[in-house]
């Protein structure tokens, strides 16, 4: 059974840094995409795609939005994977999901998801 755990959100000020952690178990691909999707509140759009990487390639992507604040990185035993971000806008306040098994910024076509973790931003 494939398990994604998010932790990491918080409430900060602008301009400020939070690290997320998405912990993973239960996969068994060995090459597939996992991407950090958000969500502001309120907003019944797809969810948007921040950040993903290949995992077993080494690829990595970045929204617009986020590039050059938000970076990802993996433990050496590649069932972490962590979002650093920096310089934190209110505009970066949403949930914050993990997911694993799909298509770089697709949100529909991933088939996992954690259960989110929640990010807010105050100016």
């Known amino acids: 059974q494939v398990q994604l755990v998010e932790s990491g959100g918080g409430s900060v000020q602008a301009g400020g840094s939070l690290r997320l952690s998405c912990v993973a178990s239960?996969?068994?691909?060995?090459?597939?995409?996992m991407a950090w999707f958000r969500q502001a509140p309120g907003n019944g759009k797809e969810r948007e795609g921040v950040?993903?990487?290949?995992?077993?390639?080494?690829?990595?992507f970045y929204s617009d939005s986020v590039k050059g604040r938000f970076t990802l990185s993996q433990d050496n035993d590649e069932n972490t994977l962590h979002l650093q971000m920096n310089s934190l806008k209110p505009e970066d306040t949403g949930m914050y999901y993990c997911?694993?098994?799909?298509?770089?910024?697709?949100?529909?076509?991933?088939?996992?998801w954690g259960q989110g973790t929640q990010v807010t931003v105050s100016s």
């Open positions: 239960g996969l068994t691909y060995t090459i597939y995409w």
């Open positions: 997911a694993a098994v799909g298509a770089v910024f697709v949100a529909r076509s991933y088939k996992y």
């Open positions: 950040a993903a990487i290949a995992i077993g390639g080494g690829s990595t």
